[in-house]
T-cell receptor, first 114, second 114 residues
């Protein structure tokens, strides 16, 4: 079945460092891919998405490219801030086209130190 | 336009009691999804509902759990005879329709069974 695997955390970085959080997936069909962010005590917010191979999603300085050949959707940011500290979840659509039914990775905690 | 509203934010129940979790979708959204997040894990899909209909309950435990989304009022996730293993964060998401747009998440209800 479909699944998502993320790199284990926590990831600890200094402010202005480069960030990569790895995400790989297995899926049948053509899922859409997402990155969600969860700040402490809050719900999930959509960070970015990509709906087909080679699409690049971007938002707030974060980017991820839908790589079908490597089944990956790695999250990157060139210069992290303390305010980026949160848990990041990679996800894909469980059923093609239904953006509400999602399969999530286990989450990666990012801690950014000043 | 208020976001997805869940209440209560925190709920404490003794073993054997019933837990009722409520979710009011965003205005104009007719699709609701419930997810469970166990400690240190990602979110797991439980059930997908439209008004007065359960569309997909493939992620719901077979016993003690039920969900509804009546014509009027919020969606309810009901857990009967709670056990310690039910302690988790329960998130609701809503979307306007199939594949139309992203799903928006509520802030979650954190259930603690003592």
């Amino acid at each position: 079945g479909n699944s998502v695997t993320q790199m284990e955390g926590p990831v600890t970085l200094s402010e202005e460092a480069f960030l990569t959080i790895n995400c790989t997936y297995t899926a049948t069909g053509y899922p859409s891919l997402f990155w969600y962010v969860q700040y402490p005590g809050e719900g999930l917010q959509l960070l970015l998405k990509a709906t087909k191979a080679d699409d690049k999603g971007s938002n707030k300085g974060f980017e991820a490219t839908y790589r079908k050949e490597t089944t990956s959707f790695h999250l990157e940011k060139g210069s992290v801030q303390v305010s980026d500290s949160a848990v990041y979840f990679c996800a894909l659509t469980k059923d093609s086209g239904n953006t509400g039914k999602l399969i999530f990775g286990q989450g990666t905690t990012l801690q950014v130190k000043p | 336009n208020a976001g997805v509203m869940q209440n209560p934010r925190h709920l404490v129940r003794r073993r054997g009691q019933e837990a009722r979790l409520r979710c009011s979708p965003m205005k104009g959204h007719s699709h609701v999804y419930w997810y469970r997040q166990l400690p240190e894990e990602g979110l797991k899909f439980m059930v997908y509902l439209q008004k007065e209909n359960i569309i997909d309950e493939s992620g719901m435990p077979k016993e003690r759990f039920s969900a509804e989304f009546p014509k009027e009022g919020p969606s309810i996730l009901r857990i009967q005879q709670v056990v310690r293993g039910d302690s988790a964060a329960y998130f609701c998401a809503s979307s306007p329709g199939w594949g139309v747009a992203e799903a928006f998440f509520g802030q979650g209800t954190r259930l603690t069974v003592v």
